[in-house]
């Protein structure tokens, strides 16, 4: 492996700086490794965290047989579902649907390789030293960095979508061919509302994201609230969590996309959805909250980032199961309304004004004054289309079966 | 690394290739294409492109080919073709002859072209890179300087096609359609 190659291919990273020996390419393996491991047992503690979080909602009591307060209830469920009969059915298509479920895992974990999640970003530029080579506390930072979450997330379509399709069963196709739908729908949203981060960190590397939100400059409020609004909204509808999960609604379509899938290959659906859950909020707090950065409480140097990290992510699972447990589903026109008129716009329209208002800054205009010119440019855009639409409207009331000839 | 990454990546492309030809069911097909596309984003990594990677993977596989998938499933035609039927009569023979000049075309422009053996792909993207993101900002810099004409007139395209799509799909409610839809009530 040459020296050259290294450090852009695996993405930028100090330890490759020198060249790459046997060290570093085993501290790299330890990363991919406590990552893999990490994301694996956070998982089976979200899942318990939610299931008594949502009893505890509903007062109910919840798991609390297995382990202390039921915690082990997660483990029982996965060995439970090991040692079930795998039943592939007969009119299946048998490739595709053994490999669905994996389509949806391995994007779930890649994700994760992005996102810093410790190390000191006021001053150090996030680098921490393990074993006397310095690095990041990140699996990697490529150079498309934020990219890779949107690529990975518009191949995990694949695994729901096919594992529908694949299924030979109508329930399922029904399910996947609305997953795709709402999910490549929201894609558009999330990107979108991401435009606005890249814009004000100038940069796609999740790194350099971080470390331009030092301390309290976080995009939060760079941004102005809204983007991230629209982030978790379309990120909910991404994850297809409640009130956005009618891709498996239990009432109309059975269990969904996975209504065959039995033993191993349901539980590596269900680890896959978990995982992105957990993924999803870690971006959302490296692309709005400033990841690990936050005021050093602590006297060791490095758990300051870590726990302000742990803390943020706590936040968005949190509100993902208060969301789960408070809101009922959206029904399937309400969705792709709320999408597609809604979010794209809101979020084509704030990056606007947000380009408008560092435009001003940078030629020396009156900032404010540019961001209501700007303002006024899209009222009146938006006005224009709605009497657009509304004269449309009244010509087809008028003569519905006139063409456009 | 680099000729060992190519050959392997071009082993999958051409596989997945052969495989949109020679699949008898559409989503694999399909899905023979997502390998090709992933192939292609890996041999853009290769040459240090990678932002192409990443669109080559967002847009291509994630968007236009879901969307391939979407039309498949929704309109049920997910069956397997019989092939000794002719479409359109004189079809195979025509696109053999049109694949075989674009291949004689392809091998002449590589031949012919000034890119010697000696400046491969890494250095010919990087020549004028000084930091490490320029990679991006290069190609924001071509699109919205010298291409911006081309650029825009592409959006434009696009977007008429959008309009012009809906226009063509949008079926208005016929007066005998409707009159059937109220015998069923």
Redesign the interface.
């Given at each position: 492996?040459?020296a050259a190659?290294g450090p852009?291919?695996f993405g930028?990273d100090p330890l490759y700086v020198g060249g790459v020996g046997l060290a570093e390419v085993l501290i790299t393996l330890l990363k991919v490794g406590v990552a893999f491991a990490v994301l694996l047992v956070a998982v089976m503690l979200m899942i318990w965290f939610e299931r008594k979080l949502i009893s505890d909602m509903q007062n109910r009591i919840g798991p609390n047989l297995a382990g202390p307060f039921g915690i082990f209830q997660t483990l029982a469920d996965g060995i439970k579902l090991f040692f079930k009969e795998d039943l592939i059915p007969e009119q299946s298509?048998r490739l595709?649907f053994k490999l669905a479920p994996y389509l949806s895992l391995v994007p779930a974990f890649l994700v994760f390789a992005v996102v810093p999640v410790g190390g000191d970003f006021s001053g150090g530029n996030g680098r921490v030293s393990l074993f006397g080579h310095e690095t990041f506390l990140q699996v990697s930072d490529?150079?498309?960095g934020i990219?890779?979450v949107?690529?990975m997330?518009?191949?995990a379509?694949?695994g729901v979508?096919?594992a529908g399709?694949s299924s030979g069963s109508k329930y399922p196709?029904l399910a996947?061919?609305r997953a795709?739908?709402q999910m490549?729908s929201y894609?558009a949203a999330l990107g979108l509302s991401l435009a606005a981060v890249l814009l004000k960190s100038g940069?796609?590397?999740t790194n350099q994201i971080v470390a331009e939100q030092s301390v309290w400059n976080w995009n939060l409020w760079v941004t102005w609230v809204v983007p991230m609004v629209i982030f978790l909204i379309a990120a909910t509808a991404e994850l297809n969590r409640p009130p956005f999960d009618l891709v498996e609604a239990e009432q109309e379509l059975v269990g969904g996309f996975h209504t065959e899938y039995s033993s191993i290959r349901f539980a590596l659906f269900f680890l896959a959805e978990f995982m992105n859950t957990i993924t999803m909020s870690a971006i959302i707090v490296t692309l709005f909250l400033g990841g690990p950065n936050g005021p050093d409480f602590t006297t060791v140097g490095w758990l300051s980032g870590l726990l302000w990290f742990f803390i943020k992510l706590m936040l968005f699972l949190f509100a993902f199961v208060w969301l789960r447990a408070t809101l009922p589903r959206f029904r399937y026109d309400q969705l792709m309304d709320l999408g597609w008129k809604l979010l794209i716009p809101l979020s084509l329209g704030w990056l606007l004004v947000l380009a408008s208002y560092d435009v001003a800054g940078d030629r020396g205009w009156n900032r404010a004054a540019a961001v209501i010119v700007m303002l006024a440019i899209m009222a009146a855009l938006a006005g224009l289309l709605a009497l657009a639409l509304r004269a449309a409207r009244q010509r087809?009331e008028l003569d519905?079966?006139?063409?456009?000839a | 690394m680099e000729t060992a990454v190519f050959i392997v990546c071009a082993a999958i492309v051409l596989a997945g290739a052969l495989g949109v030809v020679l699949a008898r069911n559409p989503v694999h097909a399909a899905l023979s294409l997502v390998g090709t596309l992933f192939g292609m984003a890996v041999l853009f990594l290769n040459l240090e492109a990678h932002f192409l990677a990443a669109v080559q993977i967002i847009v291509y596989a994630g968007a236009i080919v879901v969307l391939f998938l979407f039309v498949i499933m929704l309109l049920g035609v997910d069956r397997l073709e019989d092939l000794s039927v002719e479409p359109i009569t004189g079809q195979r023979v025509l696109a053999a002859i049109v694949g075989l000049g674009t291949f004689v075309l392809a091998v002449i422009f590589i031949l012919s072209s000034s890119i010697g053996p000696s400046d491969s792909g890494p250095q010919i993207l990087t020549r004028d890179i000084t930091d490490q993101y320029s990679n991006l900002r290069q190609i924001a810099d071509v699109l919205f300087t010298d291409y911006v004409y081309a650029f825009e007139a592409t959006a434009a395209l696009l977007t008429i096609s959008v309009v012009g799509a809906v226009v063509m799909s949008r079926r208005m409610a016929r007066s005998d359609e409707t009159q059937d839809t109220k015998v069923d009530d």
């Open positions: 492996m040459s190659l852009t291919v930028i298509d595709v490529p150079p498309v990219l890779l949107l690529a997330s518009s191949v379509v694949y979508m096919l399709w196709l996947s061919v795709s739908a490549v894609e940069s796609l590397s087809r519905p079966q006139g063409g456009f | -």
